[in-house]
């Protein structure tokens, strides 16, 4: 039988085309049971370490379909990344060390597993970033992960949580990815709202807004919500970071405090936290705690 | 004055889940509703969201208001950063949706131009 062949395009970086490109991946093999997908990197020069974190999920959701996926004409750079993140690791492809300490590991977890996320972060991504810093920088990072993931748990209602990331040395910035299979953010908001009018783009944007959420609301019960995106956000934005959710046909990013939303030409069935940031600054509350 | 030990009672330095959350709102529920002054403790606690807090604190403002929760709960044991996320916190949960004009706002700018 023939192969499906999907030309991966000459870069996949943390952009709106990198996103389309993985976004295509899904749509063009929605559907598939049984099928040889040969993926063709002939022309590739470059693929951003922590987007294995998508690519894994694509993976993962084929080999359920009983599919059987081959990687063609890769050059030695990039297969030398993904057998040092591990990600060539986990389908027994072979690993290597890294020598320059700067891959972040790709890993699969169950949406039920936030503490075992929260040891990883502590364990695995935090050593890797080899910059002095600060306890309440460090803290807001994890923070910043552990609420993605526990986004992923109470909202996309998802299995699994797909995870990878990079340090940057000579940009002194950490890029961070987190991948989810569950219901996107556009069909929750419309739900809450009751607007089907609302795009994908737009959805993700109004979850970001803060004290927005599409939790439970009762005449009497207000169950609390609506903050870990938008202090994800404010923390990002503090370190002229990007933050960047790929949920649907939507893409959004706030870009070092530009907001840029458009919709894909691709859907994109679940949901991608992508963060790329310095960390050196942070925020505090000194006063009294008053309810 | 009775004291909840937030890592004693969730058996974990990890307090990122609304799961965990929400024995924690269990118990302070159940002190203030028996009108007994309650400190929570957040002593060893390494990670934190507003996830949890949200569960934990945030809902408490369906059964109590402002003024009882000032009178018969305290907080201890929070760096700066988690000060913030709990003031946060609180102040959200503080807002009424329908009646909130800054929020309001946000959600009518985000749909101006659909």
Redesign the interface.
């Given at each position: 039988m023939d192969k499906f062949v999907i030309n991966v395009p000459r870069t996949v970086e943390n952009d709106f085309i990198g996103f389309s490109f993985l976004s295509s991946l899904f749509e063009k093999t929605e559907g598939f049971r049984e099928m040889d997908i040969e993926l063709e990197f002939k022309n590739t020069r470059w693929f951003e370490a922590n987007l294995a974190s998508t690519l894994g999920a694509w993976l993962e959701l084929k080999f359920i379909h009983g599919c059987t996926i081959y990687f063609s004409n890769i050059t030695n750079s990039i297969e030398n990344i993904f057998k040092k993140n591990g990600f060539y690791e986990k389908y027994q492809l072979g690993s290597i060390d890294d020598f320059y300490d700067s891959t972040i590991k790709f890993e699969i977890f169950s949406v039920k597993q936030?503490?075992d996320f929260?040891?990883y972060i502590?364990q695995k991504v935090i050593p890797k970033i080899r910059l002095d810093l600060s306890n309440?920088v460090m803290?807001?990072f994890?923070?910043s992960l552990?609420?993605i993931?526990?986004?992923v748990?109470?909202h996309a209602k998802s299995d699994k949580v797909y995870t990878c990331g990079q340090y940057y040395h000579t940009h002194q910035k950490v890029a961070f990815t987190i991948t989810d299979m569950g219901n996107t953010i556009g069909n929750n908001v419309r739900e809450k709202l009751s607007?089907d009018?609302?795009?994908d783009s737009?959805a993700i944007?109004?979850a970001t807004?803060?004290?927005?959420t599409t939790k439970e609301?009762t005449d009497?019960?207000?169950?609390?919500?609506?903050?870990?995106l938008h202090?994800i956000e404010e923390f990002l934005v503090e370190n002229n970071g990007v933050f960047q959710i790929i949920s649907g046909n939507g893409f959004w990013e706030n870009n070092e405090g530009v907001i840029n939303k458009v919709n894909l030409d691709y859907y994109f069935p679940g949901t991608i936290v992508n963060i790329i940031s310095k960390l050196e600054n942070?925020?505090?509350?000194?006063?009294d705690?008053?309810? | 004055m009775n004291t909840i030990y937030v890592a004693d009672l969730i058996s974990?330095k990890?307090a990122?889940?609304?799961d965990k959350g929400e024995i924690l709102y269990n118990s302070i529920k159940n002190e203030i509703s028996n009108k007994n002054k309650v400190n929570v403790s957040f002593k060893n606690i390494?990670?934190?969201?507003?996830?949890f807090l949200?569960?934990a604190?945030?809902?408490l403002?369906?059964c109590f208001t402002?003024e009882s929760?000032?009178e018969y709960?305290s907080?201890s044991d929070?760096?700066?950063?988690d000060?913030?996320?709990?003031?946060?916190?609180?102040t959200?949960?503080k807002?009424d949706?329908k009646t909130?004009e800054t929020?309001r706002k946000?959600?009518d700018e985000?749909?101006d131009?659909?």
């Open positions: 936030d503490d929260s040891n502590t309440p803290k807001s994890k923070l552990n609420e993931f526990i986004n748990q109470l607007k009018y609302i795009s737009t944007e109004w807004k803060y004290g927005n609301h009497v019960h207000t169950e609390a919500g609506g903050i870990g202090i942070t925020f505090t509350w000194e006063n705690i008053l309810f | 974990s990890i990122v889940s609304p390494e990670d934190l969201t507003t996830a949200n569960k604190i945030g809902n403002y369906n402002s929760l000032n709960l907080i929070l760096d700066d950063l000060k913030y996320l709990l003031n946060k916190v609180i959200r949960a807002i949706i909130d929020l946000n959600i985000v749909f131009n659909e």
